[in-house]
């Protein structure tokens, strides 16, 4: 337990659960305020994530970097005059609690803004809430393209700030042709956690790399379960039907163990491995890391190579002790747009603050050029993407190549007519 966390008692908060909360101007301090909504000149903003299970570190590292923004925003005079009060409550990875959660922070808890730092299966039940509620809600986890692609799932007073699976597709996509016709690598397998996230964004990887490489041929795909801890038979499995190549959505803690294992049954010498999804927690837990893994960038402080990157990135360190996540950086983001928007508008006032933040562009230490935009469909763009190759000592990432968001654009909406979202 950190000393952000606070055993919450049923008979002096009642309805809500395991929370952190941060005090009115005080980094660090503990408080649980009268839940009223407006009170003074604190603004509640609830935070429904992920604080127990295997994929925890989401739900910490999204809290460190909500804390640390808030702390920064606080000291200069909080968001319009008010000061930034953080509620966390652990949704534990479940939708149907994670939507109770999300709603009593609004109902019972004072909040007046939501971030959902869920992951998918989380974020879609917390929409509905936001959909009934018509409270502020910005999305910082999910990556599944529909929850803002499909204007049928929108909610009009949700965003979302966080990469999405059809931007990493098509970037994934055009780099990783460009890669398996130098090699002359055909043959391919996947490997996904078994929900929306990694079924969806694994068939959208698939389309577009098909789009850059039509002759390559699928020869087997596993599912394993999110959170599983034994990887034995689906690694048996991919080696067995030899692939040149594969491609896995696994993340986080899924993700180090499945490296640790495949490096057991020498899956790195059958294969070329490429994935989007390594960043420093999985680097961390890596005992081996393997030379030449074809790989994302979630997040690393020498990409984008700008210096308020690299200065947030040692803060976060200082604070934590530790690097940041991909979620980190999305969490941080959501909070410099909620800044900017409320210097804007002159308000913190979410019905204001929802018209203001469409199509909002501001100065962010993780966009391509120092600037990422709340595109009109309250997606985000212009964030960094690249691509590289492991290495086993820092930076870990070489010969990163940015991807092209002209291109992104492009084929993104292409994709969109096809699906008819517009």
């Given at each position: 337990m950190t000393k952000h966390d606070v055993k919450n008692n049923d008979k002096t908060k009642p309805g809500l659960g395991r929370r952190a909360v941060l005090a009115t101007g005080v980094t660090g301090?503990?408080?649980?305020?009268?839940?009223?909504?407006?009170?003074?000149?604190?603004?509640?903003?609830?935070?429904?994530?992920?604080?127990?299970g295997p994929i925890a570190l989401l739900g910490t590292s999204s809290r460190n970097a909500l804390l640390l923004e808030a702390d920064r925003?606080?000291?200069?005079?909080?968001?319009?005059g008010r000061k930034?009060?953080?509620?966390?409550?652990?949704?534990?990875?479940?939708?149907?609690?994670?939507?109770?959660?999300?709603?009593?922070?609004?109902?019972?808890?004072g909040c007046e803004l939501l971030i959902d730092a869920t992951p998918s299966s989380g974020a879609f039940a917390v929409q509905e809430v936001v959909r009934d509620l018509g409270v502020l809600c910005i999305h910082t986890c999910s990556e599944t393209s529909s929850l803002t692609a499909d204007p049928k799932l929108r909610a009009p007073t949700a965003f979302r700030c966080a990469r999405q699976g059809v931007h990493d597709s098509i970037a994934g996509g055009a780099y990783l042709a460009q890669f398996a016709n130098a090699h002359k690598f055909n043959k391919w397998a996947t490997c996904s956690p078994d929900y929306a996230y990694g079924r969806d964004t694994t068939a959208q990887f698939l389309d577009?790399?098909?789009?850059?490489?039509?002759?390559?041929?699928?020869?087997?795909?596993?599912?394993?379960?999110?959170?599983?801890?034994?990887?034995?038979?689906?690694?048996t499995k991919l080696i067995q039907a030899r692939p040149q190549a594969l491609f896995t959505l696994l993340y986080a803690g899924d993700l180090s163990a499945f490296i640790n294992q495949g490096n057991v049954y020498a899956l790195f010498k059958a294969m070329t491995v490429c994935t989007p999804?390594?960043?420093?927690?999985?680097?961390?837990?890596?005992?081996?890391?393997?030379?030449?893994?074809?790989?994302?960038?979630?997040?690393?402080?020498?990409?984008?190579?700008?210096?308020?990157?690299?200065?947030?990135?040692?803060?976060?360190?200082?604070?934590?002790?530790?690097?940041?996540?991909?979620?980190?950086?999305?969490?941080?983001?959501?909070m410099m747009f909620l800044e900017a928007a409320a210097k804007k508008a002159g308000t913190s006032d979410g019905k204001t603050l929802v018209a203001v933040l469409s199509g909002l562009t501001i100065d962010c230490p993780f966009g391509t050029n120092g600037k990422i935009t709340m595109r009109e469909d309250h997606t985000i763009i212009d964030y960094a993407i690249g691509w590289g190759r492991t290495i086993a000592k820092p930076p870990y990432i070489a010969d990163i190549k940015p991807a092209d968001w002209g291109q992104i654009i492009e084929l993104e909406t292409a994709w969109k007519k096809q699906l008819g979202y517009i």
């Open positions: 301090a503990l408080a649980i305020p009268f839940l009223a909504r407006g009170a003074g000149n604190v603004l509640r903003i609830g935070v429904p994530t992920v604080l127990s925003i606080n000291a200069a005079g909080g968001l319009a930034i009060e953080l509620v966390f409550e652990d949704g534990k990875a479940q939708p149907q609690e994670t939507a109770r959660v999300a709603r009593e922070l609004v109902n019972t808890g577009f790399f098909r789009h850059f490489k039509p002759d390559i041929e699928l020869v087997t795909q596993a599912w394993p379960k999110l959170g599983q801890p034994d990887f034995t038979e689906v690694i999804n390594v960043d420093y927690p999985v680097l961390s837990a890596i005992k081996n890391i393997p030379d030449g893994i074809q790989s994302g960038t979630r997040y690393f402080e020498e990409f984008p190579p700008l210096p308020a990157n690299k200065a947030w990135s040692e803060a976060y360190r200082k604070r934590f002790g530790q690097y940041p996540t991909n979620w980190a950086w999305q969490n941080a983001a959501a």
